[in-house]
């Protein structure tokens, strides 16, 4: 069982470190490996759900079958599901429709001008990080570019640019893959295609 304070905070810290370190792969898998909720998620996944939900905020969910999940996720957290485009969290499921990862992408708030802290993360499952293309990543907290491979869907990276073209504007995204380890690319971070 996830302890609610201890491993969610020692969660947060890493979560935390990724952000100002983006591109780098962090296990939070000691404390996942604690879930035991049963989701179509990964158990990395519902420890973030754990980390960033509460009464305060809201959600939304991006999986095949979500009416279960829905339920439980509002039970664990007391936060409420939101529309696509109002949602502050977006978590969205390895194995959802690729055309509902693309709506995900596109429909997720950015921001104001005036409030551009009110924008979403999008918290995407992936097989691993060491599958897909390959991207250089470049900005703030990298020193001078590093190379990711992401496995998500086609043009994904152009996309999520064109979310970000207007800082302080944009989207954070949080990958998590299936042995606990995570990676960050906030709104700040310069992502292009490689061909290496």
């Not at 792969?25 to 759900?49: Q, R």
């Not at 104001?112 to 991207?135: Q, R």
Request: aromatic content about 10%; overall charge negative.
């Amino acid at each position: 069982m996830i302890d609610l304070v201890h491993d969610v905070a020692e969660s947060y810290r890493k979560i935390v470190d990724a952000f100002s370190r983006p591109g780098e792969i962090m296990s939070i898998g000691k404390y996942a490996e604690k879930n035991d909720i049963d989701s179509s998620f990964h158990d990395s996944t519902i420890l973030l759900v754990y980390m960033f939900l509460d009464a305060e905020v809201n959600y939304k969910l991006i999986e095949k079958e979500s009416d279960d999940s829905s339920d439980l996720i509002s039970k664990l957290t007391y936060s409420n599901e939101a529309k696509l485009d109002s949602a502050d969290y977006i978590f969205i499921s390895l194995y959802a429709q690729e055309k509902d990862k693309i709506e995900a992408l596109m429909k997720s708030k950015v921001g104001s001008l005036k409030n551009p802290h009110e924008t979403a993360t999008l918290i995407f499952e992936v097989e691993s990080f060491d599958k897909g293309n390959c991207y250089e990543i470049s900005g703030p907290g990298i020193l001078k570019k590093n190379k990711i491979y992401v496995d998500l869907f086609e043009n994904w990276d152009v996309l999520r640019n064109k979310k970000t073209e207007e800082f302080p504007l944009g989207i954070d995204i949080i990958l998590v893959d299936k042995c606990h380890n995570i990676m960050v690319i906030p709104r700040t971070t310069i992502l292009k295609g490689s061909d290496i």
